[in-house]
């Protein structure tokens, strides 16, 4: 197919970039490169450095030569849940307005299909465990209710404009590409693991485990982490289905195994061989203790099934990464 992947220059884009080429699919990639990385272009795919604001852009990037393409994967979004509580209107623009321009241009194009990165902070607090799709969806924060909101859009064009979607509901994306290939590290990271590897290679002093007193086995909290090449593999296997059988599909993409901060950090001090300095802070607000996905329906329609997201694995390819751009720096 002839796709197009909006946000195809960061963390997970580029890494679903990578499945799909490895697929033998034809890849252009758009991307304002404000969080993304050009060097995680792969040389083979067109380049379009645009915002998803930019209408006219967009509409252009729609056909290839003249023809609409095959689907679209839209991963472009801003991402910080904290940030979001505190710049609303910017994630209500970049998110919201960002993505109805999407949608638009696709349907102005005649563009059939789109895989949109949707998210678990959909849920918000958690009712019950594991998590699956039937769960209420009472976002905590607003970049959840972003996600949520383009969920309904979906499911309107969907019915209006027979847009067939998969909306893909990622828990917490972790790991680097197993191959070393993609090696453009995010930007200022919030995320747990990216932040234990910055304090890994001494870019940051130590790792604040916000809150050791919550109700689990050691006191962290335990979350549901997916490599990012599983969740990449989970598109291409998407996008076939939707194609083939004509259908919307809302699914999770995590492990359905919890893991503490501790035992994230523990793993990572044993991998990398690193001290990795911890300070016990207070809990971050809106953090429930434990989430953890079902992924009982992504394993039965999709047949997935992750192969690297053990902690192990996880924490070794993110390594990988890291230390090379380390060294990358040293020798600077
Ligand atoms: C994981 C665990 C923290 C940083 C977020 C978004 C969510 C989704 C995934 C995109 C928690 C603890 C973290 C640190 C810590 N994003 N932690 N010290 O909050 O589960 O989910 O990313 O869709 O929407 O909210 O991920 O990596 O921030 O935190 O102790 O410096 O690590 O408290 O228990 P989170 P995270």
Same mark, same amino acid.
């Given at each position: 197919?002839?796709?197009?992947?909006?946000?195809?220059?960061?963390?997970?884009?580029?890494?679903?970039?990578?499945?799909?080429?490895?697929?033998?699919?034809?890849?252009?990639?758009?991307?304002?490169?404000?969080?993304?990385?050009?060097?995680?272009?792969?040389?083979?795919?067109?380049?379009?450095?645009?915002?998803?604001?930019?209408?006219?852009?967009?509409?252009?990037?729609?056909?290839?030569?003249?023809?609409?393409?095959?689907?679209?994967?839209?991963?472009?979004?801003?991402?910080?849940?904290?940030?979001?509580?505190?710049?609303?209107?910017?994630?209500?623009?970049?998110?919201?307005?960002?993505?109805?321009?999407?949608?638009?241009?696709?349907?102005?194009?005649?563009?059939?299909?789109?895989?949109?990165?949707?998210?678990?902070?959909?849920?918000? %607090?958690?009712?019950?465990?594991?998590?699956?799709?039937?769960?209420?969806?009472?976002?905590?924060?607003?970049?959840?209710?972003?996600?949520?909101?383009?969920?309904?859009?979906?499911?309107?064009?969907?019915?209006?404009?027979?847009?067939?979607?998969?909306?893909?509901?990622?828990?917490?994306?972790?790991?680097?590409?197993?191959?070393? %290939?993609?090696?453009?590290?995010?930007?200022?990271?919030?995320?747990?693991?990216?932040?234990?590897?910055?304090?890994?290679?001494?870019?940051?002093?130590?790792?604040?485990?916000?809150?050791?007193?919550?109700?689990?086995?050691?006191?962290?909290?335990?979350?549901?982490?997916?490599?990012?090449?599983?969740?990449?593999?989970?598109?291409?296997?998407?996008?076939?289905?939707?194609?083939?059988?004509?259908?919307?599909?809302?699914?999770?993409?995590?492990? %359905?195994?919890?893991?503490?901060?501790?035992?994230?950090?523990?793993?990572?001090?044993?991998?990398?061989?690193?001290?990795?300095?911890?300070?016990?802070?207070?809990?971050?607000?809106?953090?429930?203790?434990?989430?953890?996905?079902?992924?009982?329906?992504?394993?039965?329609?999709?047949?997935?099934?992750?192969?690297?997201?053990?902690?192990?694995?996880?924490?070794?390819?993110?390594?990988?990464?890291?230390?090379?751009?380390?060294?990358?720096?040293?020798?600077?």
């Amino acid at each position: 197919m002839n796709i197009l992947v909006i946000g195809g220059a960061g963390y997970i884009g580029s890494h679903v970039v990578k499945a799909l080429l490895q697929h033998g699919d034809s890849v252009t990639v758009y991307d304002n490169l404000s969080t993304g990385c050009r060097e995680n272009v792969f040389p083979e795919c067109g380049f379009i450095e645009a915002d998803i604001l930019d209408e006219r852009r967009l509409r252009a990037a729609m056909l290839t030569n003249g023809r609409p393409v095959d689907a679209v994967i839209h991963l472009a979004a801003l991402k910080a849940a904290g940030e979001s509580m505190l710049e609303p209107e910017r994630y209500a623009e970049h998110n919201i307005a960002g993505t109805i321009k999407i949608l638009n241009a696709m349907t102005g194009a005649d563009v059939p299909r789109l895989v949109f990165s949707s998210s678990a902070a959909v849920y918000g %607090e958690p009712r019950y465990l594991p998590i699956d799709e039937a769960h209420p969806t009472e976002p905590t924060n607003f970049y959840g209710a972003t996600k949520l909101e383009i969920e309904h859009l979906l499911r309107w064009y969907s019915h209006l404009r027979e847009l067939r979607y998969a909306a893909l509901r990622y828990f917490n994306a972790a790991g680097y590409d197993p191959d070393g %290939e993609i090696r453009g590290l995010e930007r200022n990271p919030a995320n747990l693991l990216p932040i234990i590897m910055e304090v890994a290679i001494g870019k940051r002093s130590n790792l604040q485990v916000f809150g050791d007193d919550y109700d689990t086995a050691d006191g962290t909290g335990v979350r549901d982490y997916v490599h990012v090449t599983d969740l990449a593999t989970a598109h291409v296997t998407a996008l076939e289905r939707i194609a083939e059988h004509n259908t919307d599909l809302v699914l999770n993409l995590g492990t %359905e195994c919890g893991v503490s901060v501790r035992e994230m950090y523990e793993l990572a001090r044993t991998v990398a061989e690193r001290t990795i300095p911890v300070e016990v802070a207070p809990r971050r607000a809106g953090d429930p203790a434990k989430l953890v996905a079902s992924s009982a329906a992504a394993r039965e329609v999709l047949g997935w099934q992750p192969r690297y997201s053990d902690p192990e694995t996880l924490i070794r390819t993110a390594w990988r990464a890291y230390a090379a751009s380390g060294a990358k720096s040293a020798s600077k």
